[in-house]
């Protein structure tokens, strides 16, 4: 039905940027929201940040000020500005997607993941 592609890891310096990017594509009649989450090394998998389709956004306490969320809906494309890093953002980060698919059922799609390390 559908396809998350992520790009724009990498590594980077402590108080360094990265800007992620995931574009969905398929079947999809509608995103309802998008969002990136993340998983740490030995850590269990978090809500970094989300944006719902009219616009509202959520943030983690631990990125609030330094990160942003933001969607170019016409290209069901959701990017995630990160700024001020930390060793401790290090993490893989993931893509997830709520839609309702052409068939108007609904959908829950994740990304493969892509690796941001901030080194100290």
């Known amino acids: 039905q559908g396809q998350l592609v992520e790009s724009g890891g990498g590594l980077v310096q402590a108080g360094g940027s990265l800007r992620l990017s995931c574009a969905a594509s398929?079947?999809?009649?509608?995103?309802?929201?998008m969002g990136w989450y993340r998983q740490g090394p030995g850590k269990q998998r978090e809500l970094v940040a989300v944006?719902?389709?009219?616009?509202?956004?959520n943030y983690d306490d631990s990125v609030k000020g330094r990160f942003t969320i933001s969607a170019a809906h016409a290209k069901n494309t959701v990017y995630l500005q990160m700024n001020s890093l930390k060793p401790e953002d290090t993490a893989v980060y993931y893509c997830?997607?709520?839609?309702?698919?052409?068939?108007?059922?609904?959908?829950?799609?994740w990304g493969q993941g892509t690796q941001v390390t901030v080194s100290s």
């Open positions: 997830n997607a709520q839609y309702i698919g052409s068939d108007l059922r609904p959908y829950d799609y």
């Open positions: 398929g079947s999809i009649f509608r995103i309802n929201a």
């Open positions: 944006i719902a389709s009219g616009g509202g956004t």
